[in-house]
């Protein structure tokens, strides 16, 4: 458990490879988008100077994904982002930015805290549970797109099931779904 919530230290060196201190082997930067993916902090330091290129290197990921279509950031929040680096009075826009995120890792936590409690009784919440992680998992690594795609492990699979149990399960799941997206 401390390993996962120490921090990651990845060295480049000159020839701009990325060292991954832990485990000794060169790493690229979908390596290190995965390890952050996981929960990991990371920090990046040139062996040479000691300089921290942390930053660097993630905003480096994050044009990687946008470059590659998988636009997480809109338009207009890239626009602000720009117009709040030329503007001479100091920005609170990194300090939103940090807010926001922060409110969303919680609300997140606050979600399936209020989703797994009294409903783990009713039929199909298993199902209704691996979807609602799927979702939560691709907000937060910023891939959509099977969000709303039942996955196939999604849908308990037993012996005893007759059909009609299957499609009053599903009828049920369906309702919990529609009255969770209207919270």
């Given at each position: 458990?401390?390993?996962?919530?120490s921090k990651l230290l990845i060295k480049r060196y000159a020839s701009?490879?990325?060292?991954?201190?832990e485990t000794s082997d060169y790493v690229t930067l979908d390596n290190i988008a995965g390890f952050i993916r996981d929960g990991r902090d990371v920090q990046i330091i040139d062996l040479k100077s000691g300089d921290d290129l942390t930053r660097q290197y993630l905003l480096q990921i994050i044009?990687?994904?946008?470059?590659?279509?998988?636009?997480?950031?809109?338009?207009?929040?890239?626009?602000d982002l720009v117009r709040s680096y030329t503007n001479d009075v100091q920005s609170v826009v990194p300090q939103f930015l940090a807010m926001s995120f922060e409110?969303?890792?919680?609300?997140?936590?606050?979600?399936?805290e209020k989703i797994s409690s009294p409903m783990a009784t009713m039929p199909?919440?298993?199902a209704m549970q691996a979807?609602?992680?799927?979702?939560?998992?691709a907000m937060a690594s910023g891939m959509g797109g099977n969000w709303g795609k039942p996955t196939a492990d999604a849908t308990p699979k037993t012996e005893e099931t007759s059909g009609d149990d299957?499609?009053?399960?599903?009828r049920q799941l369906a309702e919990l779904q529609s009255k969770l997206s209207k919270l």
């Open positions: 458990m401390a390993k996962a919530k701009r490879r990325l060292y991954n201190t044009a990687d994904h946008e470059g590659r279509g998988e636009n997480v950031l809109p338009i207009d929040v890239l626009t409110m969303l890792r919680d609300g997140q936590a606050t979600a399936m199909g919440f298993e979807q609602q992680q799927a979702f939560m998992q299957l499609d009053d399960i599903k």
